[in-house]
């Protein structure tokens, strides 16, 4: 399947990249509770994606975040079909100087629970994300945040370390924006979700009516919300879960829900094909599929007991040189994923390739040859154990196949034997940031439309991954992107970041997503409901 640079460059790529949106168009939604119609009606979305936590300040994935696009407001948002952060409750929101950026809102703007939303919430919000730096929250997103100032209810001031940030628009519509009500939220620690459900913190486009975490969320309409995505079409929504991608498919061909979304396997997607009742879109996509290292627990990491940097490096040189990424692409995934050569997909501007040079046969291939020279260079003695985790349910139920292939070509190359493993998202989630997984699987949907979402919450120190992982050239070239106004240099200085973060590998990319997107005949605007992005919007749908 050729991606479109072109429309993937126009488009929120965060995608659902090989998320499947499916709708189903005959039946009752939520065991009969639909009477569609566009206005009316309750219109259910069914996922295998979990929710972490409904707290924004401690989740940084696509399941939570799906929800919190319902439910909390944002300063800024990306209109359907765009790219661009626009003001969504605010009514402006403008760079005043190089390095203040200056946000006025709405007014007479309030949470569902009747508390008044004002710049003091906004500040509590943003200074809450920073404060509690929760390991899969996204304080990371906020690095170049110096401060946040209440002028007077309707300002807020942004004041921020290093001047031009372009992408700090993008960053307040992202996981880090969420605006929260300061008189229901603790103020240094998470709060649990019923616990959120029942403060009705809510100013987004519904609010929640009831909550099983995990089971089942239903959504009601807020008349009350004035932000840039406007009234949903319809008067509520059920968000249902799934264990199982099987079920989640039956239950779409059978027209028990209306939409469904992350994640269905390739296989199902092209039997879903051939169903005369429901439609198949494909798109330009952003998801990235990828392998992190820890640079303290994988083999010879600094606190093994027989500790080698160059030995390490070794191990992931080794790793990118054998595995075989249009093998995984094409046998695993049907063309669903495309292989995946930099930490950046190909598409995004400033986007290069260099590990397809650095790596393999120097045309996208293995080489077992560049690998066992990489071993012989280090003097490292074949075979090396990898303890290597992987995530069933987050990913997909198919990671089982990516990771059982990796496996196997690791070990046909004599040089690794491997140890797979797999733990379930919501103990995978909080695991992988305490050192309990040395070498292990994540994806990522990207924030916002920029190169540097794939750079700067995976590279700088503290990072999002939390592998130990540090290098102040790296640093340098990241902190040089980010406020260069030039677009060819900047284009430049990001392909320079690439390459430095492929001479250390602390992680090896693998597969970049070709969304997928199945819609019934009688549901309107479920293109938008990713939006080529992974801000599902259930508000848009309508029957």
Known sequence: MAMNKKALHGAIALAGASALALTACTGPSGGGTSTGGAGGGTITYGTTDKVVTLDPAGSYDAGSFMVMNQIYPFLLNAKPGTADASPDIAESAEFTSPTEYTVKLKPDLKFANGHALTSSDVKFSIDRVVGIADDNGPASLLANLESVTAKDDATVVFKLKAGNDQVFPGVLAANAGPIVDEEVFPADKLMSDDEIVKGKPFAGPYTIESYKKNELVSLKANPDYK??????????????????????????????????????????????????????????????????????????????????????????????????????????YKGTYLPAYSVVPDGFAGAIQPLKEMYGDGNGKPSLDKAKKAFSDAGVTAPVNIKLQYNPDHYGKSSGDEYAMIKEQLEKSGLFTVDLQSTEWVTYSKDRTKDVYPVYQLGWFPDYSDADNYLTPFFLPNNFLKNHYENAAVTDLITKQLTTVDKAEREKVLGEAQTAVAKDLSTLPLLQGAQLMVAGKDVKGVDQTLDASFKTRLGVISK
Not at 252 to 269: W, Y
Request: charge should be negative; aromatic fraction near 6%.
């Open 227 to 332: 932000g840039l995505l406007g009234k949903p079409a319809n008067d509520g929504a059920n968000i249902k879960y799934y264990a199982d991608s099987n079920n989640l498919k039956l239950e779409v061909q059978q027209g028990s829900i209306d939409v469904a979304g992350r994640s269905l396997t390739a296989t199902d997607a092209a039997d879903l094909e051939k169903d005369s009742k429901v439609t198949v879109h494909k798109g330009p996509g952003g998801e990235l599929r990828y392998i992190v290292f820890n640079f303290d627990t994988m083999p010879f990491g600094a606190k093994a007991p027989d500790a080698d940097p160059a030995k390490a490096l070794a191990v992931r040189q080794a790793m990118a040189n054998i595995v075989d990424r249009d093998a995984i692409a094409t046998q695993v």
